[in-house]
């Protein structure tokens, strides 16, 4: 198995570069017809990077696409940090689709809300477009506790959800340990 998956990386790093080159990654609907004469672990594979690759992208028709199939993959807040970058009008984004899951999300947060932060704040004409996002993102109860115990840092005195801290001090008070 260890070999196959060696075979496996190595196809899927050739595919998506050819799939980026004749510019077919912009459509999930050509990229199934393009690999379809591939191995169904392979497709499979793919397939599930190709929703994280859309999901940071915010390319939320072919995300949709790919979820139909039933592709999956785990949301990091790295994952969340480059589809909030990728807002840049008022359709609808990948985040707010997503909003139950990536209010559950519980991963190392580390500088993605300072990044979302600065990207909040470097265009003011783009910020109505990502309010949404930021109070999905407020609803995360990890988010909530990595901004409570690093309260001086100015991205967690916007990131932080006074009501939902309230809760988590009565609820779940180990988390904010």
Do not use: W
Request: net charge negative.
């Amino acid at each position: 198995m260890s070999d196959r998956l060696h075979e496996i990386i190595a196809q899927i790093g050739v595919l998506h570069n050819e799939l980026i080159n004749n510019e077919k990654i912009k459509d999930a609907n050509l990229v199934f017809e393009y690999i379809e004469d591939y191995d169904s672990d392979i497709q499979e594979h793919y397939l599930n990077l190709l929703l994280q690759f859309y999901f940071q992208k915010n390319e939320l028709n072919n995300l949709k696409e790919l979820l139909l199939v039933g592709a999956k993959f785990d949301i990091r807040f790295s994952d969340i940090k480059d589809a909030f970058l990728n807002i840049t009008n008022n359709r609808d984004n990948v985040i707010e689709f997503m909003d139950e899951s990536i209010v559950f999300v519980k991963d190392e947060i580390k500088n993605e809300l300072k990044d979302m932060f600065d990207y909040y704040n470097s265009n003011e004409e783009n910020q109505v477009n990502l309010e949404q996002s930021i109070e999905i993102l407020k609803r995360n109860r990890y988010v909530c506790a990595y901004c409570h115990k690093n309260i001086e840092k100015e991205e967690c005195k916007f990131f932080l959800n006074e009501d939902l801290l309230e809760s988590l001090k009565r609820d779940l008070p180990y988390l904010l340990k």
